[in-house]
Every structure is written in C-alpha cells, then in structure tokens.
C-alpha cells in the first residue's frame, strides 16, 4: 500500500541533501568547534556558514543566530531569558492561549517565580486582538511572546501590529515561529520581532537542532550555563552535523518556499472544500485565509478524532489530532477550546499538514476515503443517536 | 602531514557502526515518536531500544532515563531541577571546586535565585575529601553535586564514599559522569548515586546527545517545559536519530570497555613517565593512579600553554590546554588554580587525552616532537630567562 504522510507540522522528513551535508560532520570533520587546533577549526568555519544560511532566510545578522537544541529550547530560552535578566525593570508577561505548551508551560513556571502572567483570548478563527494587547500592556510589562503562526489550526497572527504596540510599551516582542520559518516568508524586521524560535525539524532539517534569534541589544540571561559556546549565551558542545543541517535546510527552503507556498495553498484549498462539501456537519477551524499555507484543521461532528485517525491509518494515511507533542494526553486541542469550538466538536477535529511530498493526488485519495469513513463511524456513533 | 588527534574530552569521532545505526532515522524513519500513526512508530520503538542500552551501560532502568541534548544540558537539569524540586526543605548546596562549568554556572544562576552554593575544595590530585562534603552540608542542603571524574586532570572521585553519606543524610546526590560514563564502568547502584549525567559525544556517539539518570522516586523539577515528551521530564521533540546513536554507543561502550581500557592505560602510562623526563620542569596533574585511562595532563613550566598548542597542532598534533568549552576565554583553568598550582604554573597546561585511535606511534610521535618545540618557546620566554638567571635550575 501507498502510504500518505500529511503530518509535516508534527515533523518533516530530513531532505536528502541535508543528510548528505551532514555526514561527513559525524565522522571525518569531527573536531569540537570551540578547540582551536586545525580539526576544531574545520568544524567552527562550517558552523559560522550555517548561521549566515539561517539569519538569511529571516533577514537577521548572523551574530543574532543562537543554536539550540530545538524549538521548545528556543522558546524556554527566550521568555526565561528576558525575565531573568530584566527583573529590575518589571515582572509582567503578556502571551496568548493559544501558544505551544513550550511556551505556556515556561510562562507557568515563571509564574512559580513571581511573574505575572497575562493570557489573551482569540477569536474565533484563532486570532489575537492587538487591542487587547493594547489593552493588558503595562510598563511594567517584560515581554510580550504570540506565535507567528499556530501549529494545530494555521492562523498566522497579525505580528506587526502587536510588536508596534509592544515596543511603544518599551517591552521585548518574542514569536514562536516554529510554523512558519521555511514555508512562508519571515523577515524579522518586518515583523518587529526582538525573539524568534525556530526549529530544523519543521522545515526538513534535523531533529535536535533549532535557533533562537536574538535582535541586537536585547538584554536576556542565558538559560543553559557552563562553557563559552554560542558567544556565552548557550553552553554546550555544538551540535555540528546538527547545525550544518538546519543551515542547509535552511538554504533550500529560502530557494523554493515561495513556489511551495502556492503549490501547497491550491492544494490545501482543494482539500478544504472537498471536505466541507462532501461530508455534512463539519467544519473548518482556523482562519480561512490567514492561514499556513500547508494546514487544514476541520470538526467532523459526532466523530471522535482518534477514530478517524485510525481508520485513516489502515488507509495508509497519516493526520494528526493536531499537536504531535500532546496526542499522548488525549485530552482536548486547548487551541481549538479557546477558539470555541465546544468540547466535541474539538475531539472530533482532524488535522492534515502538507509538505514537499505532498501531491494532488494524495489529497484525492484522502478526499475519496473520508466520507465514507465517517459515514461508518456516525453508524455506531451514540452521540449521534442521542442527537435523535 | 602526520595527523595526530590526542583530544578525546573535547570530543570524539562517531563510530562508523554508530553512525549506520543513525542514518535509518536519518531518511525513511523519520516520524516524530509523540505521533500516534505508524510514522511514529518506528521512531518510538528506536527511542525505547536506545534508552534500555544507555540503562545497560550504567545499570539503571530504562524509565529513569532523560534524554537530553547533551552533558550541558543534564548538568543545567539536574543541579537546577533537584535544587528546585524541595523548596520546603531548603535553599543549599554542595559542589567540589573542579565541576565542570555546566554544574558551577548552574549553581551561580541558584545563587541568584536566593540559593546558598558551598564549594568543597580538593587535594593537590584534585580528589574531593568526603568528609570536607559532609562538613559541608547543613540541615537545609537539598543537594550535592560532585562530578565522578574530572576531563580535565583525569582524577577520578570518591563518589562511592561521598555517596553514603548523602544516603545517610537522604540528600539527593548528582554525578556529573561525562567524563566516565562509556569510559570506565559506571553502575549507578554501585556509585549510589542518585541523580547522573552523560553525554554521547564523549564515547563515539554523536553531538546533540545526552541523558540524565534519576533514581525512581528522586523529585526533579523540568527545565524544559513544553510537550509531555520523555515521560513529561523533557518537552521538545526527541532528536531520534542522536538518541539511536547514543544508545548504540552506550551498548559498544559496554562490550568493549574492558577492551579500550587495557588499550589506553599503557599508553598513558608512557606518556606520563616519558614526558617529564624528556622535558624538564613538566609537572603530571591529577591523580597518579585514580584516574580516566586516556588522560595524561601536564603543566610545562616558564611557556604559554596556547602557544604550545599552535606549535603543537604546526606538527599534527591536536590536543587541549583544558577544557574545550572555554578554550576561548584563555584564563588559567579554574581546576588546576583549586589543585594549588600558581596562576603562571596553570597557565602552561596541555592535556592529552587518548582515544580509540590511537597508536603508540603517536605517543612516540608526541615524544619526538614536543621537546624541541617546549625549547623553542623556552628560548622566547622572558620567565625561562628570569629563572635560569637566578641560577635556581635550569640544565
């Protein structure tokens, strides 16, 4: 059986010539870039090309290029960070509900420590009033962190307008833009953002490796202490072949993300209506154009998502729930609660993330299986036969 | 050129077995293991494998298994999460003087916290003396970290005695194993230890790849929050195909140990007999007897440590002045300045530290190469001339 994979939001698969850059990092060019014999110095030269390759693709300089060891890194480094290291100037953060749980669980643990934590709501569609931003900002105020896109429905928030709002209020802006670097166009000076998280994984670079990007000037205290790597702001051996794979990712997704971004958005469209018009009592959660342009997130009514998801994977076909991080829990998206989606039409959301691999006729034969997979489980479904 | 690498504790190469383990998860196996499809199978079931080798190699079980990305980071996770995780208890603790950076920086960022740090100092070997880490303790320590060797003089500690008497006062105890975990054996059970870091780019196991050991039961506060991955220690998607790697080094590590030990010792052994005796004013550092079988460390006196190094590394030949992670910052080595030895002494440290590859034709190699050179600079030092003046030495 062909097998389908549309989960490229929970991880993409590493791109060929990503591997190949990577390989002779693992065993010939092994050197410790931070030695400074001729083997360490191999390693440091191809560590300093990948960072130019990534702050390219953001439109960042390289000395504002911090590896780390992924996105949820990048994200408990950046809200920690400018805490830690601002305490004297307030103690307030302002994100919103929607976040990944890497950057509400840190915002949990900072309260612990005496932070205020503020949670904006959104809207239906997912989306974040840059009033209420307005709105809660205080000068007390540290940081204000919303993600550029959502990883679960595909909303992308409208970032210039917080980040005005936030550097008006004199705070630092952080986006966790682990969903959109790579697929449509991040200029980090455009968007007005002080901290950026990335991670390789997300855009067909390795698994372990990620960036934080840390504007100029920006005052953060370092999250991992110990050695000197990274200018002192993030201790540990570098993950070379790590690194040289995000940089090359990086270079082949700057190259090709804008063509990808049209391919992709036809094809998303076409699963969309597919969907809602071939199967009743469904709809689509996330915004219905500002959105990623690989992501369709729908509720099928009196299904439970998992069910789908199954009977999807006996077709060969592989979705998600939405957030590969939490499917362990089984609990309910608290993306898809926040937006108000009522608690079962959020277990019966289904989540299809596409990628490079993705072609037409994957989603004609998603498109051919679902409704009839559907139909079978509202058969036996009792919230259906409560319904009357 | 003869190249010879002799910095095994920077880093060591992947083993070419290692890396075949790696590249499946590298290409078709790429699934994220947090996914409930049969994408994320295959990742899963390399994810449970490699965690029950890296158990094997230090007797734990799989489930206290953290993976981390790398020594750094278990270090951060353990000095900081054990500290943080009894707040009702107290706010002190222990650490020797020659930690690594990972667990001092870590314990200065405690400090900040509102944390009380007490700094057990060593012998001239570098050994931590277990009573000086029971006077040290106080009815609010909440933990102790003293590291099982240090990289860079290679002394191995007395974890064993340290350890009974945490048990006894039931204060967590975390070993920073990175320099001996792969390397020496390490049972954690044996050690009595209760928290243990490792890192697989120290045993011919890929960079990006770590683990932390807690002893079932032992409370741990997270350091990264996010996703419920590694039992809900760690969040952030698991780096799968590092992990494979760690856990195929760990099992290589364990079948060969005895193997590369027998290898190393004479090795060091020679160099550490046969250097000072071919250059005067070399002092050996670090233990005579207890320590890592691939570390032969040394201070050549009236010379600049880093300009024997680019000497060096003109002949072939990489080796450290200490430890990689601040060979940038070029101050005198926080370990050998606790060991008692001067500023001007410390500043002349080359560290050797053997590995799989080498042959005792390096050793020789090193032999022949290094006096002259130790010569050359000697000619060039105004403290060499200062010396030999005063007629205290010299030839």
Known sequence: MRRIYLDYAATTPTHPDVVAAMLPYFTENFGNPSTIYSYGQEARGAVEEARTSVAALIGAADEEICFTSGGTESDNYALCGVAFANEDRGNHIITSVIEHHAVLETCKFLETRGFGVTYLPVDKYGLVDPDDVRKAITPRTLIVSVMHANNEVGTIQPLEEI????????????????????????????????????????????????????????????????????????????????????????????????????????????????????????????????????????????????????????????????????????????????????????????RFTMGRGTTEQEVDRVLAVLPGIVARLRAMSPLLKNRG | MTRVYLDNAATTPLLPEVREAMLPYLGEIFGNPSSLHDWGDGAREALDEARARVAGLIGGSPEEIIFTSCGTESNNFAVKGLAMAQPARGKHVVVSA????????????????????????????????????????????????VMHANGEIGTIEPVKEIARITRELKIPFHTDAVATAGTIPVDVKELGVDALSLAGSQFYGPK????????????????????????????????????????????????????????????????????????????????????????????????????????????????????????????????????????????????????????????????????????????????????????????
């Open chain 2, 98 to 145: 020659i930690e690594h950076f990972s667990v001092l920086h870590s314990a200065r960022t405690l400090e900040k916290w509102g944390f009380q740090v007490s700094e057990v100092p060593v012998d001239k070997y570098g050994l931590v003396d277990p009573a000086a880490v029971k006077k040290a303790i106080r009815p609010d320590t909440v933990l102790v970290s």
């Open chain 1, 163 to 350: 980040s005005k709002i936030t550097h008006e209020a004199g705070a630092y802006f952080h986006t966790d833009a682990v969903q959109t670097v790579g697929h449509i166009p991040v200029d980090v000076d455009k968007l007005g953002v002080d901290l950026l998280s990335m991670s390789a994984h997300k855009l067909y670079g390795p698994k372990g490796i990620g960036a934080l990007y840390i504007r100029k000037g920006t005052r953060l205290a370092s999250f991992l202490h110990g050695g000197e790597q990274e200018k002192g702001r993030r201790a540990g051996t570098e993950n070379v072949p790590g690194i040289i794979g995000l940089g090359k990712a990086a270079e082949i997704t700057r190259a090709e993300l804008e063509c990808e971004a049209l391919r992709l958005t036809g094809i998303r469209n076409k699963l969309i209506s597919g969907i809602l018009e071939s199967i009743d009592n469904t709809s689509l959660n996330g915004h219905p154009d500002r959105r990623l342009p690989n992501n369709v997130n729908v509720s099928i009514n009196f299904v439970e998502g998992e069910s789908i998801l199954l009977n999807l994977d006996l077709e060969g076909i592989c979705a998600s729930t939405g957030s590969a991080c939490s499917s362990g829990s089984l609990e309910a998206s608290h993306v898809l609660l926040a937006t108000g989606c009522p608690p079962p039409l959020a277990r019966g959301s289904l």
């Open chain 2, 208 to 395: 990006g790849s770590g683990a932390l050991w807690v002893k079932k039961g032992v409370r741990i506060m997270t350091l990264l929050d996010g996703g419920i991955q590694e039992g809900g220690r760690r969040g952030g998607t698991e780096n799968v195909p590092a992990i494979v790697g760690l856990g195929k080094a760990a099992e290589l590590a364990a079948a060969r140990m005895d193997a590369r030990i027998k290898q190393l010792t004479p090795l060091r052994d020679r160099l550490i007999r046969e250097l000072p005796a071919s250059i005067d004013h070399v002092i050996v550092t670090g233990h005579p007897r207890d320590r890592l079988p691939g570390n032969a460390s040394f201070c050549v006196e009236f010379i600049e440590g880093e300009s024997l190094l680019m000497l060096l590394n003109s002949r072939g030949i990489a080796v450290s002045s200490g430890s990689a992670c601040t060979s940038r910052a070029l101050k005198a080595s926080h370990v050998l300045l606790a060991l008692g030895l001067s500023h001007a002494i410390a500043q002349g440290s080359v560290l050797f530290t053997l590995g799989l590859e080498t042959a005792a034709a390096d050793i020789d190699y090193v032999l022949e190469n290094m006096p002259p050179i130790v010569d050359r600079l000697r000619q060039m030092s105004p403290l060499y001339a200062k010396f030999t003046k005063s007629g205290k030495g010299g030839k």
